[in-house]
């Protein structure tokens, strides 16, 4: 299974981008999809989460600001990234996991974020 992470960029405080993750397999068939974000020098943590029975999960501090969405026909994870902050720079990666609660089965390659102020 290949996960592929697309539309990061360069963009100024404020500004949106849209990132999506094509999948090489039927999502269906993953319960959890979800990003995650590493910045230089701090750990990866979970941005947003999805699940097969349509429960969503932010982080704080990306709330009403981030909207993770999935599309089964294509196969697609995105992510809707709007008044976007300097500290929302990092790379982001997309996953999969077959059940909720385990470790990510699956990972992207990543896409990098740059917010500039």
């Known amino acids: 299974v290949q996960l592929q992470a697309s539309g990061g960029g360069s963009v100024q405080a404020g500004g949106s981008l849209t990132l999506s993750c094509a999948v090489s397999?039927?999502?269906?068939?993953?319960?959890?999809l979800a990003w995650h974000r590493q910045a230089p020098g701090k750990q990866r943590e979970l941005v947003a989460l999805?699940?097969?029975?349509?429960?969503?999960n932010y982080v704080d501090s990306v709330t009403g600001r981030f909207t993770i969405s999935r599309d089964n026909a294509k196969d697609t994870l995105y992510l809707q990234m709007n008044r976007l902050k300097p500290e929302d720079t990092a790379v982001y990666y997309c996953a999969a996991q077959r059940r909720i609660g385990t470790l990510y089965d699956y990972w992207g390659q990543g896409t990098q974020v740059t917010v500039s102020s």
């Open positions: 999805i699940t097969s029975g349509g429960y969503i």
């Open positions: 397999r039927s999502i269906s068939s993953f319960n959890g």
